[in-house]
């Protein structure tokens, strides 16, 4: 407010002074005399008129800006909730990965460059016991346990995915044959180490059998589906807790 009344009485005062040089200049030049009456007049009106709008002018002004700064505010604010709500939309709510929309997306926005790598799918094995067993609030202790270990064999960069029940997905940004194999087989034996006990000293192994491919230069999402899940196969139907890349190539617990 103070900012205010200090600005309104500024143009007040330059008016008032714009006033009176108008009166002192042009009225001798017209023939007329400047007396007491004009200096009054010269002084009264312009303080009565141009404070008062000037004031209401500077005020409509301050809180047209204040209106602005919050709209930005709140825009910023729509912005950042929006991101939020994008993100976690994207994600598994159990295990925060990608979910299976979000994943195969990235994964046809990342099949079209020449570095985009491979692509992994991990199934836990025998999941299905686990669940007729102990119950699926067991099971899902356990998918989050396997979860966690896949993400400890990834490397910096790569993506994962749930993208099912007891299915997880891996894309390897840039990965050659040799780096697939590698990264599959660490998670392989990273899932194979958890110590799972569901009843006290009973321990129940988990493991997953995992097929992969590499992303190769026209090949559709459902191209790269179709291979890595033949690798996959490939594993189970040989025992399971093994890993099939492109080549046949193996590991095995």
């Not at 009264?44 to 002004?61: D, E, K, R």
């Not at 064999?153 to 997905?169: N, S």
Request: charged residues 25%; positive net charge.
């Amino acid at each position: 407010m103070k900012s205010i009344i200090l600005r309104a009485s500024i143009v007040a005062l330059v008016a008032v002074l714009g006033s009176l040089l108008a009166v002192v200049t042009i009225v001798p030049a017209l023939g007329g005399v400047v007396d007491g009456n004009a200096w009054l007049m010269c002084t009264i009106c312009p303080l009565v008129t141009a404070w008062p709008v000037s004031a209401y002018t500077f005020w409509q002004g301050d809180r047209l800006k204040q209106a602005h700064r919050e709209l930005a505010r709140t825009h910023a604010q729509l912005a950042a909730t929006h991101r939020r709500l994008a993100e976690k939309a994207s994600r598994d709510s159990m295990t925060g990965m990608l979910n299976r929309e979000a994943f195969f997306a990235m994964l046809d926005n990342c099949r079209r460059r020449a570095d985009c790598g491979a692509l992994l799918i991990i199934d836990a094995d025998h999941f299905k016991n686990i669940n007729d067993s102990y119950g699926h609030l067991t099971g899902d202790k356990a998918l989050l346990e396997i979860a966690a270990a896949i993400s400890r064999g990834v490397r910096a960069g790569d993506i994962l995915g749930r993208i099912g029940g007891e299915e997880f997905a891996a894309l390897l940004i840039g990965a050659s044959g040799k780096d697939t194999a590698a990264v599959a087989e660490r998670m392989r034996r990273e899932v194979e180490k958890i110590s799972f006990s569901p009843r006290g000293e009973e321990t129940v192994p988990l493991t997953v059998s995992i097929g992969g491919t590499l992303c190769k230069a026209g090949a559709t999402v459902s191209d790269l589906m179709r291979a890595a899940d033949h690798n996959l196969y490939e594993a189970k139907r040989r025992g399971r807790n093994l890993v099939v890349t492109d080549g046949g190539r193996a590991a095995a617990a």
